[in-house]
């Protein structure tokens, strides 16, 4: 559903033109409509996959709990920033048309995408957080997320609400969450991998001291350099 949305945003945008504020505004309210048609998809989506999750756990659907709709006028502020309100600055930092253009474009997809997929773990994560049943969630990643995504899926299955697992997704990130009933059950994805880099990683940086330098990103730069060296 995210990559839907983007191919129809893709596929729109040239019919923006910079001259027009009318094509624009077209535009963007066109977007509008289909990230809040994806957004809602997804959540139900979700709600099918977290029924179908719960029977194979527990052997009951329970009742899961869609994400609270969007605000559209919310949601079209937000897309017009990312979108005219990107180009706009690039365009005065000596960007070129067709490069600013195309920071807009990258700007409005992820924020766009980001929505639509909201509309999933938000699901999810609701539906765990009113589930007796459940004793939390971990977070799911792409096959190669951010650092950042990737060390926090590298905690497992830890998470007891959403405050607790910050999951505070970023543009283009393609992370999602999965409800855990059983602590011992298989890690999603990667994580296991991410976790043994993590271990490795900050143990090797407290040997050189690269944990006490004293900045709050001690521990995520020390796994970002070994999550990201070249292999070989």
């Given at each position: 559903?995210?990559?839907?949305?983007?191919?129809?945003?893709?596929a729109?945008?040239?019919?923006?033109?910079?001259?027009?504020?009318?094509?624009?505004?077209?535009?963007?309210?066109?977007?509008?409509?289909?990230?809040?048609?994806?957004?809602?998809?997804?959540?139900?989506?979700?709600?099918?996959?977290?029924?179908?999750?719960?029977t194979?756990?527990?052997?009951s659907?329970?009742?899961?709990?869609?994400?609270?709709?969007?605000?559209?006028?919310?949601?079209?502020?937000?897309?017009?920033?990312?979108?005219?309100?990107?180009?706009?600055?690039?365009?005065?930092?000596?960007?070129?048309?067709?490069?600013?253009?195309?920071?807009?474009?990258?700007?409005?997809?992820?924020?766009?995408?980001?929505?639509?997929?909201?509309?999933?773990?938000?699901?999810?994560?609701?539906?765990?957080?009113?589930?007796?049943?459940?004793?939390?969630?971990?977070?799911?990643?792409?096959?190669?997320?951010?650092?950042?995504?990737?060390?926090?899926?590298?905690?497992?299955?830890v998470?007891?609400?959403?405050?607790?697992?910050?999951?505070?997704a970023?543009?283009?990130?393609?992370?999602?969450?999965?409800?855990?009933?059983?602590?011992?059950?298989?890690?999603?994805?990667?994580?296991?991998?991410?976790?043994?880099?993590?271990?490795?990683?900050?143990?090797?940086?407290?040997?050189?001291?690269?944990?006490?330098?004293?900045?709050?990103?001690?521990?995520?730069?020390?796994?970002?350099?070994?999550?990201?060296?070249?292999?070989?």
């Open positions: 559903m995210r990559a839907a949305t983007l191919r129809e945003l893709a729109l945008w040239p019919a923006w033109s910079v001259d027009d504020a009318g094509t624009f505004d077209a535009f963007i309210a066109g977007i509008t409509s289909v990230t809040m048609a994806s957004y809602q998809a997804a959540a139900t989506v979700a709600a099918d996959y977290m029924a179908a999750f719960r194979a756990e527990v052997g659907a329970g009742s899961p709990i869609l994400a609270e709709p969007l605000s559209r006028d919310r949601l079209l502020g937000w897309l017009r920033t990312e979108g005219l309100g990107t180009t706009v600055k690039a365009l005065q930092a000596g960007r070129t048309m067709e490069q600013a253009r195309t920071v807009g474009l990258i700007n409005l997809s992820g924020a766009s995408g980001q929505m639509v997929t909201q509309g999933s773990y938000a699901t999810v994560i609701g539906s765990v957080e009113q589930d007796r049943a459940a004793l939390g969630w971990a977070r799911t990643t792409a096959s190669k997320p951010c650092a950042f995504c990737a060390m926090l899926a590298g905690r497992g299955p998470y007891g609400s959403q405050s607790s697992g910050s999951f505070q970023h543009k283009a990130c393609a992370c999602g969450a999965e409800p855990v009933y059983d602590r011992d059950t298989e890690w999603p994805g990667n994580a296991r991998q991410f976790q043994q880099t993590y271990q490795e990683a900050t143990s090797q940086a407290q040997v050189a001291g690269d944990l006490s330098r004293g900045t709050t990103n001690d521990l995520l730069n020390a796994f970002r350099r070994a999550y990201e060296r070249p292999v070989g």
